[in-house]
C-alpha cells in the first residue's frame, strides 16, 4: 500500500512540474512621450554638478542639491533620508512589503509542523456495551506532519510576482517620499534665505525712514517744512517697523518647518541662515543653468513615482492570474508519521509507530459566478492601475512643463523688476534733493519712497519664486534617481 501511495505521488509531483501557470503575462503598457519639451530653457546638459540618469548607468552620482553650492543645505538635505519621520514611516511600509514578498515565496516550499502531546482520559462506566468502559488511558504522541501544494496552475507564482511587485513599487514610494522631504527642506530653506534678505532690506528702509524723519523734524523746527510731513514721515517709519515684526512670524514658521523635516523639536532648534542675495556667496539662481533637462523619455526611467505605478500594473496583472487559477483544481500532498502509545515504556518502541500518506484534489465544482466575480474585479483593478500609471506620467510631463516655463517666465520677470527697482531708486534721489530745495512737499518723497520700498520687496519675493521653481524642476525630474536603483525581484524577497 505504503509503495503504490509513493508512485501516485510521484505522479501527480511530475504532473504538478509540468502545470502552466495561467493568467495574462505582464506586458508594460504603452504611453506615448513627446519629442520634447513644449517649454525650452538654457540649460547645460554636460553640468558635471548633476547629470540625468540612465537605467544603465551604475557609476556614483552627487545629490541633486549640490548644484547650489550651499554648505549649509547639503548638512540639512543630508539628514533628510535618517531623521525625517515621514520617510521612516515609508522605510518602514518597503520592509513590511518585502516581508509580504517574502511569505507568498515561501508557498513553493513544504510546511514541516510537529507535535508532541500527553493526556489521559476515561470514559463513563454506565455506558453499556463499550470496552472502554470506566478505564482511565493514558497516551502518549509525537507526530509531525508534512504537506505541499504544487503550482500546478501558477496561483503561487502568480502570488509571488505580484508581491514582488508591490514591494518593488513600495521602495520607488520611499525614495518618492525622501525625494519630496528633499525638496520640502530646498523650498524652505530658500524661502528662509529669501525673508532674511527682506528682513535687511526693512532694516535698511527703516535706517534712511529713521534719518528722513529726523531731517523732517528739523525742517519742521526751522519752519521750512509743515507738521503734515513730519506725521507723514513718522507713519511711514512705524508701518515699516510693523512690515519687519510681521516677518518675524514668516521666520520662524519656516525655521520649524526645517527642524520638522529634519526630525528635530522646533524648540530646539534654531538656524541661521545667509540672505539669498549675500554678495560673498554665489547666488542659488546660477545653479539654474546646471539643471540638464534630458528628453521627455527618460523621465520614465527617473521618477521614482512613475516606477511605483508601474510596478502596481504589473502587480495588479498578477493578481489577475491569482483570480483565474481559482477556475482550476487545488492539489495538496501531505505525509504524517509518529509515535503513539497507551504506556510510556513502549512509546519509542517500533510497534507504536504510525503513518499516513497520500494526495488530497480539491475543486470547486459550483460557486454560482463567486469566482468569475472575482477575476472580472481584478481585471477591473488591473485598468485601474494601468489608468492611474498614464495619468502619473501625463502629470510628470506637465510638471516639467509648468516648471520650465515657471523658470523662463521669472527670469524674464526678474531681470524687468531690477530694472524698475534701479529705475525708483534714481526716482527716489532726484524726488529727496527737489523736497530738500523745497520744490515739492514731503508726500511726493513718501510716495516714491514707498514705490522703491515696494519694488525692491517684489524683487526678493521672485527670487524666491525663482529658487522654488528650481527645486521643483529637479524633483519633476526625478531627483538624479533611476530604476536601475529598484531592488531586484530576488532581493525584495530576500530576508535580511
Known sequence: MMRASARLIGLLTITALAGCTVGPDYVRPEVSAPAAYKS?????????DWKPAQ???????????????????????????TANQTVAAAAARFRGARAAAAQARSAW????TANAAFNQSRASSNVLYKSSAGVTVPDYLIDAQISWEPDLW???????????????ASAADLQSAILSMQAELATSYFELRGTVEEEQLLQATLQA????LALTRDRFAGGVAAESDVAQAEEQLRATQAQLIDLETTRTSLVNAIAILVGETPSSFTLDVAPLNEAHSPHPSAALAALPLGVPSALLERRPDIAAAERRVA??????GVATAAFFPNLLLAATGGLEATHFSSWLEAPSRFWSLGPQLAFTVLDFGGRAAAR?????AYDESVADYRQTVLTAFGQVEDNLNALEVLRCESEAQRQAV??????LGKVSNRYENGAITYLSVVVTQAIVLSDQRTAVHIERRRMAASVALVKALGGGWSTAALPSAEEVSRRD
Open 376 to 380: 472580472d474585479a481584478a481585471r477591473a
Open 154 to 168: 501558477g496561483r503561487i507564482s502568480r502570488a509571488v510576482e505580484g508581491g514582488r511587485a508591490e514591494a518593488q
Open 422 to 427: 534701479d529705475a525708483a531708486q534714481r526716482a
Open 315 to 320: 502587480e495588479a496583472n498578477a493578481r489577475v
Open 40 to 48: 525650452q530653457m538654457p540649460l547645460d546638459a554636460t553640468s558635471s
Open 109 to 112: 516550499f513544504p510546511t514541516v
Open 209 to 212: 525712514y529713521e534719518k528722513a
Open 55 to 81: 537605467p544603465a548607468d551604475a557609476m556614483p552620482r552627487a545629490p541633486w542639491w549640490g548644484v547650489y553650492g550651499d554648505p549649509q543645505l547639503d548638512a540639512l538635505e543630508a539628514r533628510v533620508a
